[in-house]
């Protein structure tokens, strides 16, 4: 395996068609990185058949399927999505895995910026402040600088901490918090960066539409602002499209 320095790293994320909004910028975005030795893999979970997934493989992405448990919380279904994500650093020796969800755009200096930061102070666990999303922030009547996230949409961890928070996953019972914790616990050292690059937070409420039942939970922050817009799943993504209309 290469030096920390210049080792594979694997950008993944989980997704859905709700997501096809950020779709060619994420992909403009992972082509765009400075840092070069990366590859693509994504978990498709969307309830609706195999569209999306044969949406991305044209796009040239390498992705699974996932069908979601949907009478189940969201976390379950991401979860094994993250194990599948493991399975794929693994299976391409990664040393590293860049999770950017799929309405992330991190800068293309991004990835680079945030290797550099682990192989100096030796970390397992880098991330960076990323907002949300303005039309919720619109509907909530919030500024916007209430919150910022530091988890999925844009953190850089290395394969050994995901493989141990996997592992131990049962005593923290959600992914982000089996990372921090994990980390935390084996003192594996932890860069919160903020306004090092741009990180945009896309966003199209009207494409997404709901996969799960899931109660709300101080555990299962989805959005931090008290309201969504009220146009959400009110458009129908390009992949759905003609499923639909040949049902109809």
């Given amino acids: 395996m ?7 790293a694997l950008v993944a994320c989980n997704t859905y068609a709700g997501k096809e909004y950020c779709l060619d910028e994420w992909i403009a975005a992972y082509r765009a990185l400075t840092y070069k030795n990366t590859s693509a893999f994504m978990v498709d979970n969307t309830f609706t ?19 979601p ?19 794929e650093a693994q299976e391409q020796d990664a040393f590293w895995v860049y999770s950017v969800e799929a309405d992330n755009i991190p800068a293309p200096e ?18 960076h402040d990323y907002p949300m999303h ?40 959600y992914t982000s918090r089996a990372i921090f914790r994990t980390n935390e616990k084996y003192r594996g050292g932890h860069c919160r960066m903020t306004r090092s690059f741009e990180v945009k937070h896309l966003d199209d ?23 969504v817009p009220a146009t959400m799943g009110t458009k ?5 499209m003609h499923e639909y209309a040949v049902n109809e």
Avoid at 205 to 226: A, G, L, R, W
Avoid at 236 to 240: E, K, T
Wanted: aromatic fraction near 12%; proline fraction near 7%; include cysteine.
């Fill in 69 to 87: 448990w949907r009478d189940k919380p969201m976390e379950y279904t991401l979860h094994r999505g993250w194990e599948l994500i493991l399975a």
């Fill in 49 to 67: 058949g195999l569209q999306y997934f044969h949406t991305l493989q044209k796009k040239g992405i390498k992705v699974t399927h996932l069908g």
């Fill in 205 to 227: 409420y009207d494409m997404e539409f709901p996969q799960f039942i899931d109660p709300p939970s101080e555990d299962n922050v989805i959005c931090p602002t008290p309201y």
């Fill in 2 to 8: 290469d030096k920390p320095e210049t080792a594979l």
């Fill in 236 to 240: 129908l993504p390009p992949s759905l």
């Fill in 110 to 127: 991004s990835l680079e910026k945030m290797i550099k930061v682990a192989s100096y102070c030796n970390l397992h666990l880098v991330t």
């Fill in 134 to 173: 303005a039309s919720a922030v619109e509907a909530s009547g919030m500024k916007g600088n209430e919150f910022f996230y530091t988890e999925l949409g844009c953190m850089l961890m290395s394969r050994q901490l995901l493989e141990r928070a996997l592992a131990e996953y049962d005593e923290w019972k």
